[in-house]
């Protein structure tokens, strides 16, 4: 079992499916929970649907082109999560999908409370499946790179199953989540695998093979936790 890929799955998709839970528990609140439940189903099998198409499709491209552009699109990814995540924890900030995720998203309800609404139908159909977007955008880079697809899957799968239960149980306190380091963790997650396999896909031998992951972590790790340091000296 490749516990990297599956490790890297399920942070990153937490991310994500912690965002749309919060919007689709904000909109619950609202009083539109019908909406907020079909909406994320809806948006969250499209997406879902539409990867499972694209990722057999994907696995005709050569590996080494592959994976220097899913090492591209890693460190795209992995780079804005890590750097948000620095700049959050050093100045005590939380993520606005925490504290009001319908004016962090830019997110107007129509209001109407009688009957279906479904244009706040849509506006969550729309949230779940920008959120889900990126989860596959993950997953499908991570299976398509490392051939582990049983454990980027599973990891997603967890995730979204982890995200239903901790909402569903525990949603009376979704503000002390620690979003921070959970994205930041995500974060350092994406860069280590997106610079192995950008490395790999440019030819590039890393020293002690698949231990050179480890390092890269470590790396990312500690840079982290230095540059937290000095922003917060400051």
Same mark, same amino acid.
């Given at each position: %079992?490749?516990?990297?890929?599956?490790?890297?799955?399920?942070?990153?998709?937490?991310?994500?499916?912690?965002?749309?839970?919060?919007?689709?528990?904000?909109?619950?609140?609202? #009083?539109?929970?019908?909406?907020?439940?079909?909406?994320?189903?809806?948006?969250?099998?499209?997406?879902?649907?539409?990867?499972?198409?694209?990722?057999?499709?994907?696995?005709?491209?050569?590996?080494?082109?592959?994976?220097? $552009?899913?090492?591209?699109?890693? !460190?795209?990814?992995?780079?804005?999560?890590?750097?948000?995540?620095?700049?959050?924890?050093?100045?005590?900030?939380?993520?606005?999908?925490? $504290?009001?995720?319908?004016?962090?998203?830019?997110?107007?309800?129509?209001?109407?409370?009688?009957?279906?609404?479904?244009?706040?139908?849509?506006? %969550? +159909?729309?949230?779940?499946?920008?959120?889900? !977007?990126?989860?596959?955008?993950?997953? $499908? +880079?991570? #299976?398509?790179?490392?051939?582990?697809?049983?454990?980027?899957?599973?990891?997603?799968?967890?995730?979204?199953?982890? +995200?239903?239960?901790?909402?569903?149980?525990?949603?009376?306190?979704?503000?002390?989540?620690?979003?921070?380091?959970?994205?930041?963790?995500?974060?350092? %997650?994406?860069?280590?695998?997106? +610079?192995?396999?950008?490395?790999?896909?440019?030819?590039?031998?890393?020293?002690?093979?698949?231990?050179?992951?480890?390092?890269?972590?470590?790396?990312?790790?500690?840079?982290?936790? $230095?540059?937290?340091?000095?922003?917060?000296?400051?």
């Amino acid at each position: %079992m490749n516990l990297g890929v599956f490790a890297a799955a399920i942070s990153s998709a937490s991310v994500e499916f912690f965002e749309a839970g919060a919007i689709a528990y904000a909109i619950a609140r609202s #009083g539109y929970p019908k909406e907020a439940i079909w909406g994320t189903l809806t948006g969250l099998i499209s997406v879902g649907l539409l990867s499972a198409f694209l990722g057999t499709e994907l696995q005709l491209i050569p590996v080494r082109l592959l994976q220097v $552009v899913i090492g591209g699109v890693l !460190l795209w990814f992995g780079w804005g999560w890590y750097k948000k995540s620095i700049l959050r924890q050093a100045h005590r900030k939380r993520a606005g999908w925490i $504290v009001d995720p319908l004016v962090s998203e830019g997110i107007e309800l129509e209001k109407q409370h009688q009957g279906f609404n479904r244009v706040n139908f849509l506006i %969550m +159909t729309k949230s779940a499946a920008i959120e889900a !977007l990126e989860v596959a955008l993950v997953v $499908v +880079t991570l #299976g398509l790179a490392s051939r582990a697809w049983n454990e980027a899957l599973f990891g997603a799968l967890l995730a979204l199953l982890l +995200t239903i239960a901790i909402i569903a149980v525990l949603h009376g306190y979704l503000v002390k989540v620690p979003d921070v380091f959970l994205k930041l963790g995500a974060g350092i %997650m994406l860069l280590s695998y997106g +610079t192995f396999w950008l490395g790999e896909g440019l030819g590039l031998a890393w020293p002690f093979a698949d231990l050179a992951l480890l390092i890269l972590i470590g790396v990312y790790s500690l840079v982290s936790l $230095v540059a937290i340091r000095r922003l917060e000296g400051r």
